[in-house]
T-cell receptor, first 113, second 114 residues
């Protein structure tokens, strides 16, 4: 089945620093790729998505590009804010069969003022 | 529009007991999925219900079961609880089947098994 590997956290950055959270996946087909964010005490929210190779998902200053050749979907933001502190989950969705989401283990981001 | 509501927010049980968790999806959403979140295993898919029928199932033992009612509300049941069942159980709803990736998650039920 599909699997997703994310960099271990926590990632601690100062405000306005550049953020990269690495994500790689294994899949048998051509999955869709997602980043979800979980703020403290809340459920997960879809942050961005990409459905085919070379697609770039973007939202709230975050970006991620679907790289089929490296099976990666790294999350980036040019200038983080304290309000970005949360846990970020990379996920894949199978393009056939069960089509359930497979999540990575999550990466906690802490942004200090 | 109200979001996905899960009750109770916290639950403490002992080994061998059973537990029922509840999820009310966003109004108009017909699909409800359940996930288990633990520090070691991350988020794992339990099952999906659509139109009162289980449509997909993850790799969990038969002690984990669920159902969906005609109003799309869903319940999840875990019987003969084990210590390893301690986790945050998340419910997510979507308009249609899992083919629609716009999942909306609830805040979860934190289950502690002692």
């Amino acid at each position: 089945g599909d699997s997703v590997t994310q960099m271990e956290g926590p990632v601690t950055l100062s405000e306005e620093a550049f953020l990269t959270i690495n994500c790689t996946y294994t899949a048998t087909g051509y999955p869709s790729l997602f980043w979800y964010v979980q703020y403290p005490g809340e459920g997960l929210q879809l942050l961005l998505k990409a459905t085919k190779a070379d697609d770039k998902g973007s939202n709230k200053g975050f970006e991620a590009t679907y790289r089929k050749e490296t099976t990666s979907f790294h999350l980036e933001k040019g200038s983080v804010q304290v309000s970005d502190s949360a846990v970020y989950f990379c996920a894949t969705r199978e393009d056939t069969g069960r089509r359930a989401l497979t999540f990575g283990s999550g990466t906690r981001l802490q942004v200090q003022p | 529009k109200a979001g996905v509501t899960q009750t109770p927010r916290y639950l403490i049980k002992t080994r061998g007991q059973q537990v029922t968790l509840s999820c009310s999806p966003i109004s108009g959403h017909r699909s409800v999925s359940w996930y288990q979140q633990t520090p070691g295993q991350g988020l794992q898919f339990l099952f999906e219900y659509f139109s009162e029928t289980q449509r997909n199932k993850g790799n969990f033992p038969g002690r984990f079961s669920g159902r969906q009612f005609s109003n799309s509300r869903s319940e999840m049941n875990v019987s003969t609880l084990e210590l390893g069942d301690s986790a945050l159980y998340l419910c997510a709803s979507s308009l249609e089947r899992l083919t629609n990736e716009k999942l909306f998650f609830g805040s979860g039920t934190q289950l502690s098994v002692l």
